[in-house]
């Protein structure tokens, strides 16, 4: 089986050390080889300055794709397209004076573009968190929620908090589920999380909105939150309910699912 490919975007921002040593956690959890998008031409110094960050965390064997053509956005996703990475992960906006993170153009772009699950982090930090939670968003009667399963497992969260959306939508969508149904479908997904962390909620959210989801969410402030989407024409899709995470990242922020391979890519390496 072929090694697991990672890439972090990096800009030489304040947060430069934090998002490469979050990077650098999440490939050596997943046994991941490691590479570096920096949208900007190549120089000494920068690559001087890679190096002694890499070398700080006891890492050699990291190669930069130097992507500085065209506009940023572009230029990341054409790389993330072009290397079939597993993994692309990227830093959002900060703004200290505002609680909620915003998300900027470039971000937005990776979110609908980029061909491979993606990791979105809004605050990175050098050190690694103690006592991890996760947040797993899915669908009450459609469910979709085993790609997540190997993630949360090498992340071995404290706690998974499981948030099951339940509009009057998805029960249009499912005419024929019974409630009862429903209920041993959650039922299956909280036991067999339950091996994997000490604590594990499942809630059961009836709104006709994502709002309540997004005010659950951000209240409750997990390390992680784990959503599989869809592809549409190319473009990365969520279910309605979800369509704020477009606007606000309360967390980081995993979306599994990747757009279909053509033949000739079949048997690619998928995360997870």
């Known amino acids: 089986m072929s090694r697991l490919h990672f890439a972090v975007a990096s800009t030489f921002s304040p947060r430069f050390l934090a998002i ?20 900007g031409d190549r120089t000494d110094e920068k690559v001087a300055l890679f190096q002694r960050a890499f070398g700080d965390l006891g890492r050699q064997d990291v190669k930069i794709f130097w992507c500085g053509h065209g506009d940023t956005a572009g230029a990341l ?47 990175p930090v050098e050190r690694p968190p103690t006592g991890l939670s996760a947040c797993l968003l899915l669908e009450a009667r459609s469910p979709r929620w085993r790609a997540a399963k190997r993630t949360l497992q090498t992340l071995q969260p404290d706690k998974i908090l499981i948030l099951a959306a339940d509009s009057p939508l998805a029960r249009a969508r ?23 962390a000490p604590e594990v909620d499942l809630r059961c959210i009836q709104s006709n909105t994502g ?40 967390s980081r922020l995993f979306l599994f699912g990747k757009p279909a391979r053509t033949q000739s890519e079949e048997g690619t390496l998928v995360l997870p």
Request: proline share 6%; with cysteine; hydrophobic share 50%.
């Open 20 to 39: 490469l040593a979050e990077a650098d956690r999440m490939a050596r959890a997943f046994g991941a080889s490691l590479s570096v998008l920096h949208a």
């Open 211 to 250: 709002f309540l989801i997004c005010d659950i969410v951000q209240d409750m402030a997990p390390d992680f939150l784990l959503v599989e989407s869809s592809w549409k024409e190319g473009l990365r899709v969520l279910p309605h309910y979800l369509d704020w995470l477009e606007l606000v990242i309360p």
């Open 174 to 196: 499912c005419p024929l589920a019974e409630e009862a149904d429903t209920a041993d479908v959650l039922e299956e997904i909280r036991l067999e999380l339950g091996g994997i």
């Open 77 to 123: 996703v054409a790389s993330a397209s072009s290397e079939r990475f597993d993994l692309f992960i990227a830093g959002t906006i900060a703004r200290p004076n505002d609680p909620r993170n915003f998300t900027g153009t470039i971000v937005r772009e990776l979110f609908t573009r980029t061909p491979c699950d993606l990791l979105l982090i809004p605050e």
